[in-house]
């Protein structure tokens, strides 16, 4: 509702380029089209409270509270959170020394891998492992104070600045954040919730400044306005638009999902996943070329329209809001109580990682290195039990 004035402005223009008229056409369906998924995200966290006596909802609560029972094994052992971070290190010093000997100094590892696709998968997960280490690392030093861990996870932050991608550094520590938030709310005033609401965004998008090559801070501060509510930061119903605008209105009945499953194949190697990556399909669509766009971003319930439809729209909503209902309870249980634990909180937040997938197929990849960080956790556990006794882990220990 904010953006939508913003979406119909002129100097979209400047950004879409000539298909900007039929953008601004189709934007009142699109509008209609995205509060239809909100509004199913709502009655999908009020089933969440309905009662059939079937015991569906405790069965469904035992499969979605198996992501954090994993984060929680994972944030238990100190070690193997250092030794898994400084692998992260080691894995960003050597993709990075590979772009710095090629492309000298920068920002941009991401506009590095469009010019050198066999690239592009292992910084992908190099990236993604990144925030799934950082962000454990720094839940748990959130209860326990180990500066061991904030040191590792700042490392990792660091390295990250690199690769040109401002969402997973903010994904390292937004959840944390937003927990930290929740259980300090009687003490934390609205004036500084904004201020850290404005400096993460302002960090953000001088990030992206300096990724394309503009790091005066006058220069910045100069068209701040502008990145705000016409780059491509809060663009995503601009972009459903402009996918919309080019879309033949055929359904693409599940094949950017399809090609999400097989993530683990490259591109380069599959003719499928090169046509059907969802990044690929929406720039297609849209008349872009995905050899130099990272992919257009129709928000969460965009991909879901052009594959299903409205039935793909609603389906994604419920699923959404469920996931969204049980991650909310869970977290304020465990920040409520009497020993109250942000690592706890932000574990029942892992779930996001698995419900985006039903929206954003691009998040996928992301969750295939999830699922192996946390088996690579478990089996290290399972060879550690069988030398010593295992350890409980609980707030406040070192």
């Not at 298909?19 to 966290?45: C, D, E, K, Q, R």
């Not at 720039?283 to 793909?312: C, I, K, Q």
């Amino acid at each position: 509702m904010l953006m939508l004035p913003f979406s119909t402005n002129d100097l979209n223009a400047i950004v879409v380029g000539e298909n900007f008229p039929s953008v601004v056409t189709v934007l009142p369906n699109v509008f209609l089209i995205a509060m239809v998924g909100y509004f199913s995200l709502l009655a999908g966290g009020s089933l969440w409270h309905l009662r059939v006596g079937l015991g569906l909802r405790k069965r469904a609560a035992d499969i979605m509270n198996v992501v954090p029972r994993c984060s929680m094994m994972l944030i238990s052992s100190r070690k193997l959170l250092v030794l898994q971070a400084l692998m992260c290190i080691v894995s960003q010093a050597a993709i990075l020394a590979i772009y710095f000997a090629t492309s000298g100094f920068g920002f941009d590892l991401r506009g590095y891998t469009f010019a050198h696709p066999w690239v592009r998968p292992v910084a992908l997960i190099i990236s993604n492992y990144s925030i799934v280490i950082a962000s454990h690392c720094f839940a748990r030093y959130a209860d326990t104070r180990e500066k061991v861990l904030l040191f590792c996870t700042l490392l990792i932050s660091g390295g990250l600045v690199f690769f040109g991608a401002r969402a997973s550094i903010l994904a390292i520590y937004f959840s944390v954040l937003l927990c930290y938030l929740v259980k300090r709310r009687d003490k934390v005033s609205l004036l500084r919730l904004f201020g850290l609401a404005a400096a993460m965004i302002l960090g953000a998008l001088y990030l992206g400044s300096v990724r394309d090559g503009v790091a005066s801070l006058p220069d910045f501060l100069g068209s701040l306005a502008f990145l705000l509510l016409y780059g491509s930061n809060f663009s995503d119903l601009r972009d459903f638009g402009w996918v919309y605008a080019g879309w033949n209105h055929v359904p693409w009945f599940g094949k950017t999902y399809l090609a999400a499953v097989i993530a683990f194949v490259p591109r380069v190697a599959s003719e499928f996943r090169d046509t059907w990556g969802s990044g690929v399909a929406m720039d297609l669509t849209a008349g872009v070329d995905p050899t130099n766009h990272p992919g257009l971003r129709p928000g969460s319930f965009g991909e879901a329209y052009f594959n299903f439809g409205l039935l793909g729209v609603v389906v994604a909503g419920l699923i959404l809001g469920l996931f969204a209902r049980l991650a909310d309870a869970e977290a304020k249980q465990a920040l409520t109580a009497a020993r109250p634990s942000i690592a706890k909180a932000f574990s029942f937040t892992m779930m996001g990682a698995v419900a985006g997938c039903f929206s954003v197929s691009a998040s996928v990849s992301a969750l295939y290195v999830l699922l192996g960080v946390y088996f690579i956790t478990w089996l290290c556990l399972r060879v550690e039990h069988l030398i010593r006794p295992p350890k409980i882990f609980s707030v406040g220990s070192t």
